[in-house]
């Protein structure tokens, strides 16, 4: 497969170092402009060999056969809906950014007009495959619910409820409500709560509690779900990449899967 890839962050190497191993090395990057220009300089004697490095949507060889972002909502927001009009499938792992009803439309309608296809990274969680098939039947009820130390929480809302600095004793929620609002008001840590809401009954009935939890040192997701097929309760206690605390291995790892089950004829 030729592959373009968004962003050069601790997903988005690791994502890019597994796929040339696996014999898809990624041919072109779609940059920041600045960071563009960087790569471009640092490479120039290199004209022709190794991969491209652009800043536009227009600029992405017309040859690839899978974009991949790894760069945030935001970075789905600038180019998602371009990328699937110029022709190309798209998969993400950024899915709290389908919480905005307007831009998921958009996506939508960028993709059902091209006649490319977006495909969603299930990321740090797991059990999505239970929730999708038991939405078929009455899925009645399902709560997400998770666990950071307080320093995963650093940067975020959670600060203007809590003293995540002062916290040493027992974890405290600092966010109850809809996976909806959980994903819009976290955009850089409610995309397992977007999953789940998507796998599931959608983002206005999930349940969503996060918690800041001095007494753990990897964030811990569950999902508890009831209907037709009975009970669910799935819990994962996740490891971040080596060197990058912020960024999730699983995450990383499910975009990989993604990517590589992209044109197999058998699909799991």
Known sequence: MKIGLIGQGAIAQYVSERLAAEGHPVTAYLLRPERAREMRAAHGGLKGVGPV?????AELPADLDLVVDCA???????????????????????????ADPAFEQELRSAAAEAGTRLFLASGAI??????RAARIGALQRVRYIGRKPPEGWSGSPAEDQLDLSALNGLPATHFTGTAREAALSFPKNANVAAAVALAGIGFDRTEVELIADPTISA????IHAEGAFGQLEFRIAGKPLPGSPRSSALAAMSVVDTVLQYPSPIQF
């Open 72 to 98: 945030g909502h935001q970075a789905l927001r600038e180019y998602g809906a371009g990328i699937l009009q110029a022709g190309f499938d798209l998969t993400t792992v950024s899915l709290g950014a389908l």
């Open 126 to 131: 797991g059990a999505l495959d239970a929730l």
């Open 219 to 222: 964030n811990i997701h569950e």
């Open 53 to 57: 490095f652009v800043s536009s949507v």
